[in-house]
């Protein structure tokens, strides 16, 4: 049995590494065997962040567009646009672009591309 004069302390757990930020949806990637990857984003990297490829090169990018200052009273921001850099059917209900900061809903865009608005 330990007195104090032992000094016995408990460790702390090992140490997590926290990997680049995806730049396209800003969530952390994931580690693979060969490389960085967002799952969400169906994005993979080399284990440096280089050489970015697609998942599935074959899917269509999604649709949903949306413009933040559709409503603001100056002409010139009204048509400030921007469209969902995921594959089309991605997971979640969230849009992201990697010139935006943040993710909108479904809800919050202003239509799918092609679509008379
Ligand atoms: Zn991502
Ligand atoms: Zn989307």
């Known amino acids: 049995m ?5 000094n016995v302390r408990t460790l702390p ?3 997590e590494f926290l990997t680049p930020h ?3 949806c ?3 990637t994931d580690v693979y065997p060969d490389g960085l990857q967002c799952d969400r984003c169906g994005i993979a990297w080399d284990s440096d962040g280089t050489n970015p490829e697609r998942l599935d090169p074959d899917a269509k990018q999604c649709s949903s567009l949306y ?3 559709r409503r603001c009273a100056n002409p010139e921001h009204v048509d400030v646009e ?7 059917g991605h997971l ?3 849009h992201h672009n990697p010139d935006l900061f943040y993710s909108w809903t479904t809800a919050e865009q202003v239509a799918p591309a092609g679509v008379e608005r």
């Open 2 to 6: 330990s007195t104090p004069t032992e």
């Open 13 to 15: 757990g090992d140490l």
């Open 22 to 24: 995806c730049p396209i």
């Open 26 to 28: 800003g969530d952390y």
């Open 67 to 69: 413009r933040p200052t």
């Open 82 to 88: 921007y469209r969902c850099w995921q594959d089309a």
């Open 92 to 94: 979640g209900d969230d």
